[in-house]
């Protein structure tokens, strides 16, 4: 849909600001609507199917809660408006305003703006809504870090997309695979938040950073005094997450002793705490995650195949970002807009030349590394848009990729090249590579064994 064809609703208790919007747009959108009171868009809502809701941040209004955008904001969501809403800040509101993104706002404009910037700030909203709306969901991370949204155009993730729409409603458990920063974490969460225990708790445990000591304390908790550190009562993470949904990341890092334990659970849906002989009967939806590909995860020496097949219902594989085409473009530019905003710089665009450099990397720390690689160009730009030159990425993940340019000088590699190249050099006849060699075909071919030739 484009913007021609958009129907808008301007809220702001500011005259002026709702003037200026509906002058503004008057002529570029089908339709412009306004009003000062927030207590009255729902019956606004409930009259006309909005495109666009734009949202001022704070009103003098009977509700009273210091950020009113994000209040009225909720509420657009409780009633089950599909309009796109896009936050009007002040400055001194921009870290609410980046909470109203992780709270489902489309986007924020920051007062004073300029027209086109605003008029290119509800294009996109519009674009993203369809966009959204074709590939089935877009998904909010509730997680600390700033811009984390699981959004891709790309056939890898509308397949995603599709899954977690057929899946997310059942009590199936789901396996998650892929590389570290992938977003593994938001997947898991967006299983949840589609799921029928939405409302319940979701609870993310990093298995794999726990001690032999610590795995069973932490995942079916405690009483005081069971160990020397027990100081009181613990509820462990299975009954925390009792009802709603566990997320047990890094899986493939436990150890064959933790797995049996977490076997015992899954198969009498029962806990016992540390010091108790009392089970307690849990009724959790289990996602798992792991970097590791399944054929190395189905090694019977390091993991269990009927733990496998226990947590392993459907299976999620999260593709590298190399191999999501223009996804990379998509999700930089929309953290050069999270992060233009948070450090109040105006590099929010890309000149050519760093598009063409984005797309040109191959990202070993996935999105993560593309995330933490545009805050940096971010705060260091000093242009009006990011330069190829502003891209410099991350050195520890290069580091991974570099390939040893030190020489192997030890007996054993210079003997098994030297036969190799001896070998070669006979077209593989072994009698006449032994000659050259000064060895019998015998001493030889042990040599071709022990090198494994």
């Known amino acids: ?60 209004s009977t509700i009273n809660t210091g950020n009113e955008g994000l209040f009225w904001l909720k509420k657009i969501k409780e009633f089950g408006s599909e309009a796109a809403v896009v936050m009007i800040t002040a400055y ?15 986007d924020f404009v920051v007062k004073p703006w300029h027209n086109e910037k605003l008029i290119g700030t509800i294009k996109d909203a519009l674009k993203r809504k369809e966009t959204n709306k074709n590939a089935s969901i877009t998904i909010t991370s509730s997680d600390s870090v700033i811009g984390s949204e699981l959004i891709g155009e790309s056939e890898a993730m509308r397949d995603i997309f599709y899954k977690v729409e057929k899946i997310a409603p059942t009590d199936a ?135 496998i097949y226990r947590i392993n219902t459907v299976e999620i594989i999260v593709p590298p970002l190399r191999k999501r085409g223009d996804d990379v473009i998509l999700l930089a530019k929309h953290f050069a807009r ?10 929010n665009e890309f000149e050519p030349r760093a598009l063409e450099k984005l797309k040109q990397y191959h990202f070993p720390g996935n999105v993560r590394e593309l995330q933490y690689t545009i805050e940096r160009a971010v705060i260091m730009s000093e242009s009006e848009k990011l330069q190829a030159t502003d891209l410099i990425f991350s050195p520890l993940e290069s580091a991974k990729d570099m390939p040893d340019d030190t020489p192997d000088f030890t007996l054993s590699t210079i003997e098994k090249n030297t036969i190799l190249k001896v070998i070669e050099k006979h077209n593989g006849n072994i009698s006449k590579a032994a000659k050259e060699l000064g060895l019998t075909r015998t001493a030889l071919y042990r040599r071709l064994s022990k090198y494994d030739i």
């Open 173 to 307: 458990n789901i396996l998650i695979l892929g590389e570290n920063g992938t977003g593994k974490d938001l997947i898991a969460k967006a299983i949840h938040q589609k799921s029928l225990r939405s409302e319940k708790s979701f609870i993310k445990v990093d298995v794999g950073a726990l001690t032999e000591t610590l795995f069973e304390s932490e995942l079916f908790g405690h009483k005081k005094g069971a160990f020397t550190d027990a100081r009181e009562d613990r509820v462990g993470r299975f009954e925390a997450a009792n009802s709603g949904t566990l997320f047990l990341d890094e899986i493939g890092n436990i150890t064959l002793h933790q797995q049996a334990k977490l076997l015992s659970v899954l198969q009498n849906r029962q806990i016992i705490r540390l010091g108790t002989n009392q089970s307690v009967p849990i009724d959790i939806r289990l996602v798992c995650a792991t970097n590791l590909p399944l054929a190395e995860l189905a090694n019977e020496s390091r993991f269990r195949k009927d733990l």
């Open 1 to 60: 849909m484009g913007l021609k064809n958009a129907s808008i609703l301007v809220i702001d208790d500011d005259q002026d600001v709702l003037t200026a919007v509906r002058l503004l747009l008057k002529t570029e959108a089908s339709q412009v609507v306004t009003e000062k009171n927030p207590e009255n868009i729902r019956s606004m809502l409930s009259k006309h199917p909005y495109d666009i809701v734009l949202l001022d941040m704070n009103f003098n």
């Open 92 to 106: 001194g509101d921009i870290d609410l305003a980046v909470r109203s993104l992780k709270e489902g706002a489309a």
């Open 338 to 347: 999270i992060y233009s905003a948070k450090y109040l710089k105006p590099a």
